[in-house]
């Protein structure tokens, strides 16, 4: 049976305001904070483009703090941020 094998890589983990700006960014992105990262998921080195990809890190991300947000909740899928504060209601 063939082995499945993921990598991931990271970027954007701190933007300035002019990268932010560059590449769309909300003004309020954590990535402006140090305080979120972009990942690229590669399953068989395959990068992966759709936000259902992401999902079991997204959950396994959120379910470390509630402090942690997965970007798949407003269709960012490889975005995954910290906050200051919980962002459950
Ligand atoms: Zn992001």
Do not use: C
């Amino acid at each position: 049976m063939p082995r499945t094998v993921f990598k991931v890589t990271g970027k954007h983990l701190l933007r300035s305001k002019q990268e932010n700006e560059r590449v769309g960014g909300s003004t309020r992105s954590n990535h402006l904070h140090g305080m979120a990262i972009d990942m690229s998921l590669f399953i068989n080195d395959k990068y992966q483009r759709k936000t259902a990809a992401y999902k079991p890190l997204g959950d396994y991300w959120e379910s470390l703090d509630p402090l942690n947000r997965w970007g798949g909740r407003f269709d960012d899928g490889n975005h995954f941020e910290r906050n200051l504060r919980p962002w459950r209601d």
